[in-house]
């Protein structure tokens, strides 16, 4: 992957706004309704390159398909694999959510909470039809053919998101559920990679499964669960080079008290041992804002590469650049101006139709975000570096 060699570079986590259009043929999709191929692959295309277009305008380098076709970045594979049945089961809701019941109601019934089915695996876990990842590449890479970004991502869900989040009613234990959805994510890790795509593997089991999947655990329990997974996601990328993976690691991608957030200082050492190169991490949440003081003490692997959030994903505040340029040279100062890129904390489409930032501000957002890495850019080479 390119690396802030002359600029920080910019990217973003994935998820951005869906049109409405896009949302309704999802849902559909997902309802198993009859769709038309011809018209939601046109829809596609047209939803793909016009968040290319925003992208670019915006100033990010790093750019991807917005994940438009698909529904959640976690549920979709129920598409593309077998042994999972949409159902009826209990949403688990963050701990933290619980602990102000009040609050958790009153998100819940003004409608601020996804709206889809889960997936339960209820079957052994196989390849099935990959053919909704071919459509996507191919409709990312003939935007890209069009337009001046400098690399291009595409996401995918690691197997430890897909087993803290997806119930289990198949497998004897959990570790059994990871390896399975390993050897089953494998071809689309490789897949991605084969297209001359950048992959990033999103991992919010990594932080976020603390306070959802083992919420009555202790630290100690989740990390060691946290270490399967991690060997999970290694082993499903053996045949892939580091240096064309990053991977996300969040806390969950609502506007809440976090309070029951894991600090990073508890899992840093677990996520150090993921094979991508590049660690996509929050920083801009004002409840591990803090925490890249992390990096004074912790020795970043010399093949490793932050990519800090330095603008929030959960408000409509419109960051400063000189904010976000302040936050990545808090990065730069420790761990060097070429191990460094611009980031979001999270999407800005985390579900489809759900999402808590406007999409025209999700666009000014971006925009500051560029504008931030520019100001960084100048200090640290002394001149704002080339920007698409």
């Known amino acids: 992957m390119k ?12 998820s951005l706004p869906r049109p409405q259009d ?41 750019v991807n398909d917005g994940e438009m076709a698909k529904i959640g970045y976690a549920t979709y594979m129920r598409h593309r694999l077998s042994g999972f049945e949409l159902g009826e089961v209990p949403r688990a809701t963050p701990q933290d959510l619980d602990d102000y019941p009040e609050y958790r109601d009153k998100i819940a019934a003004a409608g601020d909470t996804p709206k889809y089915k889960r997936p339960i695996c209820r079957g052994p876990i196989k390849v099935q039809n990959l053919e909704p990842l071919h459509q996507d590449i191919a409709r990312l890479k003939d935007a890209l053919a069009r337009s001046k970004a400098t ?15 997806q119930p289990n009613e198949y497998y004897p234990s959990h570790q059994a559920y990871l390896e399975a959805l390993g050897e ?38 989740f990390v060691r669960n946290a270490e399967l997974q991690i060997e999970a996601m ?34 840093v050492a677990t996520v150090l ?28 692997p010399d093949d490793k590469v932050l990519v800090p959030g330095v603008i929030s994903s959960t408000n409509n505040y419109i960051e400063h650049p000189e904010v976000v340029a302040q936050r990545i040279l808090r990065f730069t100062g420790l761990v060097g101006r070429e191990r460094v890129m611009a980031g979001s904390d999270c999407g800005y489409g985390t579900f489809a139709g759900f999402g808590k930032v406007h999409p025209k501000i999700c ?25 698409n």
């Not at 191929?37 to 939803?47: L, Q």
């Not at 089991?205 to 329990?221: K, S, T, V, W």
């Not at 041992?273 to 970043?300: C, F, V």
Request: charge should be negative.
């Open 3 to 14: 690396l802030s060699t002359d600029h920080i570079l910019t990217t973003h986590v994935g």
């Open 234 to 267: 290694n082993h499903a990328l053996a045949n892939v080079p580091a240096d064309r993976v990053r991977f996300h690691v969040c806390w969950g991608n609502y506007e809440g008290p976090h309070n029951r957030d894991i600090p990073f200082t508890k899992i």
């Open 22 to 62: 896009v949302v309704d043929l999802l849902f559909a999709q997902d309802r198993n309704e009859a769709v038309d191929p011809a018209k939601f692959d046109e829809t596609m295309r047209r939803s793909v390159a016009d968040a290319l277009n925003n992208q670019i305008q915006a100033g990010i380098d790093i």
């Open 151 to 165: 690399e291009a991502f595409m996401t995918a869900a690691s197997p430890g998101t897909i087993a803290v989040f």
């Open 363 to 387: 666009w000014a957002k971006m925009k500051t975000l560029s504008e931030g890495a520019a100001l960084a850019s100048q200090r640290l080479w002394g001149r704002a570096g080339s920007a």
């Open 273 to 300: 041992k993921g094979k991508p190169q590049a660690i996509l991490i929050e920083a801009a949440n004002p409840r591990h804002e803090h925490e890249w003081e992390i990096w004074k003490t912790q020795k970043l």
């Open 184 to 221: 089953a994510m494998r071809e689309e890790y490789e897949t991605i990679v084969k297209s001359g795509l950048i992959l990033q593997i999103d991992c919010p089991d990594l932080a976020m499964g603390r306070h959802i999947r083992f919420r009555n655990a202790d630290d100690d329990e």
